[in-house]
């Protein structure tokens, strides 16, 4: 999908504002972001900071209103189906970064926070289908997770996976054209 975008925008805009584009993107995201990238020759530390840029941008906004958005847009029967099942989809991956809500005291509440992030942490950074920055924010809204506790977890997410994908698109290729 990533190819197909940069073949249509190939020399009709700067690259660097299609990989920027393309890190926008949900499902594509950063990822679809580096390996555009790497199809248009832009070098890695240039592409780079500009693909984690483009993912991390919509991220906070995404945290703080989805809710609000999600309840306006049920109110409609355009999205209505679209949103109940985009919040099935998050709660059953959230069931995996959460357990009972009981009480509990302030060292064990401590720990499950530590816990669900570096849970969201691995679910952004590990690159693969349907995980992502914004998959992970839709998951931190469904487990009510605080924006101070999921925001930096999926920046570290993301930057995982501008590893992985950075060796995947330019490392691997390096070698086994030299």
């Not at 073949?7 to 555009?36: T, Y």
């Not at 500009?50 to 306006?72: H, M, Q, Y």
């Not at 469904?142 to 060796?167: D, E, T, Y």
Request: net charge positive; hydrophobic share 55%.
């Amino acid at each position: 999908m990533a190819e197909t975008i940069v073949d249509f925008f190939r020399n009709k805009i700067p690259p660097e504002l299609i990989i920027f584009l393309v890190s926008l993107l949900p499902i594509l995201e950063l990822r679809g972001g580096l390996i555009a990238a790497a199809l248009l020759g832009v070098d890695w530390w240039i592409a780079f900071p500009i693909c984690v840029i483009g993912n991390i941008l919509p991220i906070p906004f995404i945290l703080l209103f989805l809710k609000k958005i999600f309840a306006l847009l049920k109110k409609t029967k355009t999205f209505r189906k679209m949103v109940e099942k985009l919040e099935k989809k998050a709660s059953t991956k959230s069931k995996k970064l959460t357990k009972s809500d009981d009480k509990v005291d302030e060292k064990k509440q401590k720990r499950r926070i530590l816990y669900r992030m570096g849970a969201l942490f691995l679910f952004v950074g590990v690159p693969l289908p349907g995980t992502g920055a914004w998959t992970g924010a839709l998951i931190a809204d469904a487990i009510n997770m605080r924006i101070k506790h999921s925001l930096p977890a999926i920046i570290g997410g993301v930057l995982l996976a501008g590893i992985i994908i950075s060796i995947i698109s330019y490392v691997i290729p390096g070698w086994l054209l030299s």
